[in-house]
């Protein structure tokens, strides 16, 4: 579950950054959350009681192409008995 919580924290933060029909606005999505960890707690199906962190957005622009870097970490469970999982995603 961890996993998947991890996931869908990564996907949120690419939606942002790429809003389906329309032109991306990448750099403002990404820049307004680098550094400042982002905290969604899911609260409908398997994934009650998880929570993921956007640990990190990054872009950098090379030859006109902005290149971005999402590190999504999933925590499910109690505090002192949880299980964390981490991905990073990079997009272009």
Do not use: H, W
Not at 20 to 49: D, E, K, Q, Y
């Amino acid at each position: 579950r961890a996993l998947f919580a991890a996931e869908g924290g990564a996907q949120r933060q690419l939606n942002a950054i790429f809003p389906p029909g329309a032109s991306a606005s990448v750099t403002a999505s990404c820049a307004g959350s680098a550094g400042s960890p982002r905290t969604n707690t899911f609260v409908m199906g398997g994934l009650i009681g998880c929570s993921d962190v956007i640990v990190v957005c990054d872009y950098v622009l090379i030859d006109a192409v902005n290149y971005f870097s999402l590190t999504s970490t999933g925590r499910c469970g109690p505090a002192d008995d949880s299980a964390v999982r981490a991905i990073e995603v990079r997009a272009k």
